[in-house]
Nanobody
Framework: QVQLVESGGGLVQAGGSLRISCTAS????????IGWFRQAPGKEVEGVSC??????YYTNSVKGRFTISRDNARNTVILQMNNLEPEDTAEYSC??????????????????WGQGTQVTVSS
């Protein structure tokens, strides 16, 4: 049974940092494209950052502030979020799809989803 579990969310002041992780069981993340998506209250789901075997993607609003990486030994994908802004407040979920060439952050493409972790940035 495939399971993705997010961890590391929380409350932080604007300008601070958080590191959220997506750990998998039942599949080997190194063979999958992994995406981080977020949804703020009243807003649509947004693809934040995605990583394939050879490619990464960041939505414009997080470029230069967020970094996505893999820790294959721990079967984990990490999203390091620096210089956080109140606009980053949302529930963040990770998702997986079998390996693609490009890191496409399109929600409909992903097969497996975690339950999400809340990130709240206070001003």
């Amino acid at each position: 049974q495939v399971q993705l579990v997010e961890s590391g969310g929380g409350l932080v002041q604007a300008g601070g940092s958080l590191r959220i992780s997506c750990t998998a069981s039942g599949l080997t993340l190194a063979r999958y494209t992994i995406g981080w998506f977020r949804q703020a209250p009243g807003k649509e789901v947004e693809g934040v950052s995605c990583i394939s075997v050879t490619d990464t993607y960041y939505t414009n609003s997080v470029k230069g502030r967020f970094t996505i990486s893999r820790d294959n030994a721990r079967n984990t994908v990490i999203l390091q979020m620096n210089n956080l802004e109140p606009e980053d407040t949302a529930e963040y979920s990770c998702a997986a799809v079998h390996a693609t060439a490009q890191a496409m952050c399109v929600q409909i493409l992903y097969d497996y989803w975690g339950q999400g972790t809340q990130v709240t940035v206070s001003s």
